[in-house]
Structure formats: C-alpha cells, structure tokens
C-alpha cells in the first residue's frame, strides 16, 4: 500500500525504487505475487518471502532457500517451505505431506493443505508427524508459477496478461481482480505441489502466543510488561500497559494482556481464537 510504501523507503533509502511495485487497493496474496511476476523472464526463480516474519538461524534459512532454489530450477514445480513443528500450534495452517519426491532435496509431494486446527487437532499433527507448519514461502520458476495461475485462477491471470500489455492499466485491472489467496487461489488446487521440510526458527508474529515465543523469560517461565503482584506464576505472558497494579496467583500457562480499554486472558496456545476480543478491547499486539 502507499503507507507501507513511505515507511518502506524511509527505512530502506537505498533499495532500488523500481523494484517496489504498490499495491493500489488490498487484494490478497494471490494478485500480488502474480504482479510482481511480470518482473520476472520465463525462466527466473521467484522466491516469495511474507516481509513480517521473524526468522532465526539465518545459515539454515539460507541452505533450505538454496535447496528450494536449486530444485525449482531443474522441475517444473512450485516448492513451498513447510516449518516442522515445534509443538501443536492452532494458529497457523499445516501441509500434509505425501509421497517422497526427490532424495536430494528431502522434498515431498503435498498431500493436502488443511486450514487452522483446534487444539485437538494440532496435538494429533504434531504426534502423528508428516505435518508442517504452512510458512506461506514459496520458490518457483516463473513461467511454471504462471501456467498454474493460467489453469487454477484464470481471472487472475487474464488481468495479468492486460497489465503486461498495458502497464498503465494497472490501477485499474488491479481493482477488478477479486481478493484470493495464494493457497486458496493456486497452491491447494495444482497437482504439482512440493514441500521442504525446514527446522530454521520460524514464527509469524500473528498473536500474543507468538510474542510470548520471541520474549526473554524470567526464571519461572514468564514474560512480564508493567506492574505485577505474582504469587506461583509460571510460563505466562503478562503484559500490563496501565498504572494498576495487577495481582496473580496460582497461574500456569497463560496470557493477561491489560489496558486502559480492558484486560484480556487467556490460555497460552489459544490466543488465536480471541481475536474478535482482542479487537473490540483495542489490545491489538
């Protein structure tokens, strides 16, 4: 968007302008990454990277990307990078991997995509193993990446096609093309499909569990932010952003997020299903 766009090139003055594309109205994932194909010739490799993940273990991102790389340019696929998982998540989506496709590159073909699970779910994924965390990271050449656009979500690729004939057209197109994506649109319907299992530290950030992951801890187990009164408080998340003092007792394994607004608690490993409160309080993270 034209926001992310100013704070984009105030945080980065030296990143080539041209090679920023702007999205004119919201449309999903799918749309997006078709634009930003047009930038590509037939047989580049288009690796697709969401911009607000955090990543650790940089060395082995970079081998797994190599791997993917490597295999996109000799088959005619589209590898998506699946994050083994840590422990049974219900905020994220997860691939169910099938056959082995290539030794070399310990790939499997997707069996399936599934939407996010309840916990019950994710704990029956995590112990049955062949599942991963859907990391929405993607490597393909780019006229495969097109020909499954072209068969899987043609209105998609008919307004790419205007845009590469008529660049000027691509404020307008752009605001036809429905709002779908990337595994909705392409990835869950194409029968050419691969996954690489990666083990690099991997988290989107979409929910207080997720911050709660990327925080320092104390020596119970606790995140803590502001003023608290703890009595046998472990493995939480305690966030407290007023001039209250807050009291706990006898707590495990939980989220209190606190403002002016209002106070949230919560399960850790459920924060995900609070959302709609979440909004309505104004305790977005």
Known sequence: TEEQYQLFIYYLPDFPKENIIVEPVGRNTAPAIAVGSLKFDDDDVMVV?????????????????????NEARKEDVLITI???????????GYLERGEKWSQKSNSYKV????????????????????????S???????KVFEQALAVNL???????????????????????????????????????????????????????????????KDKHGNVVKGKFILNQVRNSLLINVTDRVLGLSMLENVIVISSD????ICARGESQT???????????G
């Not at 069996?111 to 916990?119: A, N």
């Open 49 to 69: 990277l969401p911009s607000d993940h955090v990543i650790k273990n940089i060395e082995e991102f970079h081998k797994t990307l190599r791997t993917a790389i």
């Open 82 to 92: 699946g994050i083994t998982p840590s422990y049974p998540h219900t905020g994220y």
């Open 111 to 134: 069996r399936r995509f599934h939407e996010k699970p309840d916990f019950e779910q994710a704990q029956a994924y995590f112990k049955t193993g062949g599942y991963y965390w859907n």
């Open 136 to 142: 929405g990271m993607f490597v393909w050449r780019k």
């Open 154 to 216: 043609t209105s998609v690729y008919k307004c790419i096609l205007q845009i590469e004939e008529d660049p000027e057209s691509l404020k307008t197109v752009y605001e036809k093309m429905p709002s779908v994506s990337i595994d909705y649109g392409v990835m869950e319907k194409a029968d050419n499909v691969v996954v690489i299992p990666a083990s690099f530290y991997w988290n989107d950030i979409g929910s207080w569990d997720s911050v709660y992951d990327l925080e320092d």
């Open 261 to 264: 607004n209002g106070t949230l």
């Open 274 to 284: 609070t959302k709609e409160i979440v909004r309505d309080l104004g305790l977005m």
